[in-house]
């Protein structure tokens, strides 16, 4: 394994890829130099709402500090593979569901969101004009125990499934009667070194379940599995939300399959796991 060199190895996807991969190389956070042919790259903002309080960070964060990164590599070395993890953000407002790779009706809405479509774009001509390898994973909603920025704006199923662990009542946009596609993070760095071993490149991949689960149904399964009093109540989406979110959203996941991947975890367990965690961390 130390012939992975990852970029952005702190986070809570890019932390959990290095435990299950020991001997990785991890650059440091102001270390933009690449140490190695197979190149992993997790660096990112992780919400919409920066716009409200910093113009620059999205495109100083998923756009200038990827060019420094692009900048270091050999481009006379053609044995380089550039991993791009990237979001289903970037589908943006497709009503072609599941969303799929290779559909060019890609409509992102938000700075992160546009930022991540412009970077995957950066990246792709950066490696055809000096005829570099790469691959970008398109990630579905991510789940497990390692993060710790959850929020209402970042990762909102997580951060309610936790609100209902101590009994909070939780407010759901549409009364929660919308889709979404939920993946555990083990499955997720499982699945992007599949795609390392199998040697797929030069593609777009999505990586989740594949399956359109219905929001209020795991919150209700939730509040089942803890005992939970929480109340749901349902509230209408605020305006920027209507602006910068997508109601139905999940992933064809064929290309996956096709490379051997199954998920290891279905939406059940992956919510036992976390009403545990958060039950033994009140």
Request: aromatic fraction near 12%.
């Amino acid at each position: 394994m130390s012939n992975i060199n990852v970029f952005g190895g702190t986070g809570f996807i890019g932390s959990r890829f290095c435990e299950l991969n020991p001997g990785v190389i991890v650059n440091s956070r102001d270390d933009y130099n690449v140490q190695s042919k197979e190149v992993v790259y997790f660096i990112s903002t992780i919400d919409n709402y920066n716009i409200h309080k910093d113009l620059f960070v999205d495109i100083d964060t998923n756009l200038i500090t990827l060019m420094k990164v692009l900048s270091t590599i050999d481009r006379n070395d053609k044995s380089t593979v550039f991993n791009f993890v990237s979001s289903w953000f970037v589908y943006g407002k497709n009503q072609n569901t599941p969303f799929k790779e290779d559909d060019l009706s890609c409509n992102p809405t938000g700075f992160y969101s546009i930022t991540k479509r412009c970077a995957e774009q950066m990246l792709i001509s950066f490696c055809e004009t000096f005829d570099i390898k790469y691959r970008i994973f398109r990630l579905a909603n991510v789940l497990g125990e390692g993060d710790q920025k959850i929020s209402r704006k970042k990762n909102a199923l997580q951060y309610l499934i936790k609100e209902i662990v101590h009994n909070r009542d939780v407010e759901l946009y549409y009364g929660g009667n919308l889709l979404r596609d939920y993946i555990y993070v083990d499955d997720v760095c499982q699945a992007m070194k599949s795609c390392i071993d199998y040697g797929v490149v030069n593609q777009i991949i999505n990586i989740g379940s594949g399956k359109p689960y219905l929001f209020s149904k795991i919150i209700r399964k939730a509040i089942e599995v803890s005992g939970s009093t929480s109340a749901i109540i349902d509230i209408n989406p605020t305006h920027f939300h209507n602006v910068v979110q997508v109601k139905d959203s999940y992933l064809d996941t064929t290309k996956l399959k096709n490379i051997g991947y199954e998920c290891q975890y279905d939406i059940d367990t992956t919510i036992e796991k976390l009403v545990k965690y958060y039950e033994h961390n009140k």
